[in-house]
């Protein structure tokens, strides 16, 4: 089976902290993402990643940056968290390039800003 | 680029049917479905990748019109394991979700 972890499921930062929300899969796949979920908003896709060192930008890609220096570690960063940010943050990894295939979520990091 | 889902909540008792669409105002490229429990992980149940297809396993399955930009979700004899919030999402270069559809299934 597929595993996605992630390094924490809760967190408090106040603002302005640097924040690293750290995903790892353990099957090899060549491709992470990071989304974050908010009530009556659904899942929106931050980062992406296909490769190491590789990323690109999705949809809200602003106040964030992301890391992979391993392919099989994923990191999301927050550069000075901010109260807005306050959210569920969900890895996924898939084996397929693109976004044609499975996508396998990690249990989520629920990260409170003060 | 959000995807429109309907409806917003569904209550069943068990056994019976529903239907969650997915629509979109660009043209569908793909069509993921996606099942998410109550404080779980979302959960794979199915891509479709072209138009006109249809899927499914068990007695949950999915259809893709790509002409008017639409999937559908069909759920049969609903189960209470199927009590949960159910995404689609589509893309290309991107991958955008609805906002979801709450479902409970009710003894």
């Known amino acids: 089976d597929v595993k996605v972890t992630q390094s924490s499921r809760y967190l408090v930062k106040r603002t302005g902290e640097k924040v690293f929300l750290e995903c790892v899969q353990d099957m090899d796949h060549e491709n992470m993402f990071w989304y974050r979920q908010d009530p009556g908003l659904g899942l929106r896709l931050i980062y992406f990643?296909?490769?190491?060192?590789?990323?690109e930008k999705g949809d809200i890609p602003e106040g964030y940056s992301v890391s992979r220096e391993k392919k099989e570690r994923f990191s999301l960063i927050l550069e000075s968290a901010s109260t807005n940010q306050t959210s569920m943050y969900l890895c996924?990894?898939?084996?397929?390039?693109?976004?044609?295939?499975?996508?396998?979520f990690g249990p989520g990091t629920r990260l409170l800003v003060l | 680029q959000q995807p429109v889902q309907s409806p917003q909540a569904v209550i069943l008792r068990e056994g019976e049917d529903a239907v969650i669409n997915c629509s979109s105002s660009?043209?569908?490229?793909?069509v993921h479905w996606y099942r998410q429990k109550h404080g779980e992980a979302p959960v794979f149940l199915m891509i479709?990748?072209?138009?006109?297809e249809q899927k499914g396993h068990e007695k949950i399955s999915a259809s893709f019109n790509e002409k008017k930009q639409q999937s559908s979700l069909y759920l049969t004899a609903s189960q209470l394991s199927y009590s949960g919030t159910y995404f689609c999402g589509t893309g290309a270069n991107n991958l955008f979700f609805g906002t979801g559809t709450r479902l409970t299934v009710i003894p």
């Open positions: 660009k043209a569908l490229y793909s």
């Open positions: 990643s296909y490769d190491v060192k590789m990323k």
């Open positions: 996924a990894s898939s084996i397929s390039k693109g976004f044609l295939g499975t996508q396998y």
């Open positions: 479709l990748l072209k138009g006109g």
